[in-house]
């Protein structure tokens, strides 16, 4: 195995854990009362640069690594559109789970989150967890392919 991709690898986990860590650990459970304020922002930002180093890596990677032949160039840019749909079809029903058992928007009096907004420690996993995760890898990988179409001229 090369360096590279036992980088990627390495890096690839750790997002992951990042991604974790927040949807887990940083983002408190709707029928739990918080007054800690929102504690995720500092495991958001020691992560950033991990996130960052990721997203990259898989674009480095899926760029050089992309296969010559059309056919299978096509077929995973394919495959990867159709599961960023069904990932966003699974983001909205979380989302949508989420605000019910928060008990509504930030705007509704009754809800939970009540003039925090949309990012506080209840709103955390909307935003970091396994779906966007890889969703977020996959259109690197989609913005991968057409780099490596573009750089190859395939077609």
């Not at 029928?31 to 960052?52: D, R």
């Not at 966003?88 to 925090?116: C, H, K, Q, V, W």
Request: hydrophobic share 50%; proline share 3%.
């Amino acid at each position: 195995m090369s360096k590279k991709l036992i980088f990627w690898i390495l890096s690839f986990l750790f997002s992951f854990f990042g991604f974790y860590l927040i949807e887990h650990l940083f983002t408190v459970n709707p029928h739990v009362t918080s007054g800690n304020g929102n504690l995720g922002i500092l495991v958001i930002f020691l992560f950033t640069p991990v996130f960052i180093s990721s997203w990259v890596n898989t674009f480095k990677l899926v760029k050089t690594k992309m296969v010559k032949d059309g056919k299978i160039t096509v077929g995973i840019l394919l495959f990867s559109l159709a599961g960023c749909v069904l990932l966003m079809i699974e983001m909205n029903d979380y989302t949508s789970e989420l605000i019910t058992a928060l008990g509504g928007t930030p705007d509704n009096p009754d809800s939970r989150i009540y003039r925090f907004g949309w990012f506080n420690q209840y709103t955390n996993s909307l935003y970091f967890n396994v779906y966007t995760f890889f969703l977020s890898h996959i259109v690197t990988v989609i913005l991968g392919i057409l780099s490596a179409i573009r750089r190859t001229n395939i077609y």
